[in-house]
């Protein structure tokens, strides 16, 4: 089955850590680059960080999780991660990792996550 499965999620204190991880099964993650969106309720749905293996690894985050958040491939184990660090009230939201394919002639494969529920509160 081609799936990606997320884990990690839950529920942290401001200033704790969490580490989200995205597991995929039916496709190699190396091939793709790898997002992590968060979507809450009333909100639009926005990317938190991205990896792209074809593009060197290159890495793109949010304004608001840089030097807070990292994104990593671990190809050997078909997992992306986002190592969340000094976690904030307003980083409560549930994130969606994406796996996504630029075709060669055009358009794009995606795949998503199920979503993970991230609190962050006292």
């Known amino acids: 089955q081609v799936q990606l499965m997320e884990s990690g999620g839950g529920l942290v204190q401001p200033g704790g850590s969490l580490k989200l991880s995205c597991t995929a099964s039916?496709?190699?993650?190396?091939?793709?680059?790898v997002g992590w969106f968060r979507h809450a309720p009333g909100k639009e749905r926005e990317v938190v960080a991205c990896?792209?293996?074809?593009?060197?690894?290159?890495?793109f985050y949010e304004d608001s999780v840089v030097g807070r958040f990292t994104v990593s491939l671990d190809n050997a184990k078909n997992t992306g991660y986002l190592q969340m660090n000094n976690l904030e009230p307003a980083d409560t939201d549930v994130y969606y990792c994406?796996?996504?394919?630029?075709?060669?002639?055009?358009?794009?494969?995606?795949?998503w996550g199920q979503g993970s529920q991230v609190t962050v509160s006292s």
């Open positions: 039916g496709l190699s993650l190396e091939r793709y680059a």
């Open positions: 994406n796996a996504d394919l630029t075709l060669q002639l055009g358009g794009h494969r995606r795949l």
């Open positions: 990896i792209s293996n074809s593009d060197g690894g290159r890495t």
